[in-house]
């Protein structure tokens, strides 16, 4: 099980959808690091298709890590992505993501802060 998101790309503020939204049925997931998949909410055409989001072919693998370390319906992640160059173009505050498991919706989350990474020095 990861621990930790050694080099997340940004900050965000999750909320989680009640089980009566479609949401887990089990609450926020308690493991210090959740994966799951994410797209983001652009506005595009794609978002009005039939199955969006879960046929959105900007879908990509994300990482959370809670900065606080009790699960809560709405708190602040840490965010990180398995391929974080397909996520980048997306990537800036006020950016919002739709969490999701399988073709579920189970959260969405707004980027409060766009981390720098030093890869370009």
Same mark, same amino acid.
């Given at each position: 099980?990861? *621990?930790? #998101?050694?080099? +997340?790309? $940004?900050?965000?503020?999750?909320?989680?959808?009640? +089980?009566?939204?479609?949401?887990? %049925?089990?609450?926020?997931?308690? $493991? +210090?690091?959740?994966? !799951?998949?994410?797209?983001? %909410?652009?506005?595009?055409?794609? @978002? !009005?298709?039939?199955?969006?989001?879960?046929?959105?072919?900007?879908? &990509? !693998?994300?990482?959370?890590? %809670?900065?606080?370390?009790?699960?809560?319906?709405? @708190?602040?992640?840490?965010?990180?992505?398995?391929?974080?160059?397909?996520? %980048?173009?997306?990537?800036?505050?006020? $950016?919002?993501?739709?969490?999701?498991?399988?073709?579920?919706?189970?959260?969405? $989350? &707004? #980027?409060?802060?766009?981390? #720098? *990474?030093?890869?370009?020095?």
């Amino acid at each position: 099980m990861l *621990e930790n #998101i050694e080099n +997340p790309l $940004a900050l965000a503020t999750v909320t989680w959808l009640s +089980p009566e939204q479609g949401g887990r %049925r089990s609450g926020p997931p308690s $493991a +210090p690091v959740y994966a !799951s998949t994410t797209t983001f %909410r652009t506005g595009d055409a794609v @978002e !009005s298709e039939p199955g969006w989001p879960a046929t959105d072919p900007r879908t &990509v !693998s994300v990482l959370l890590q %809670r900065v606080d370390s009790t699960p809560q319906t709405t @708190e602040v992640a840490k965010v990180g992505f398995l391929a974080p160059d397909l996520a %980048r173009p997306y990537l800036h505050e006020g $950016a919002e993501l739709v969490i999701l498991e399988g073709p579920k919706q189970v959260a969405h $989350a &707004v #980027i409060t802060e766009v981390l #720098i *990474e030093d890869e370009q020095a």
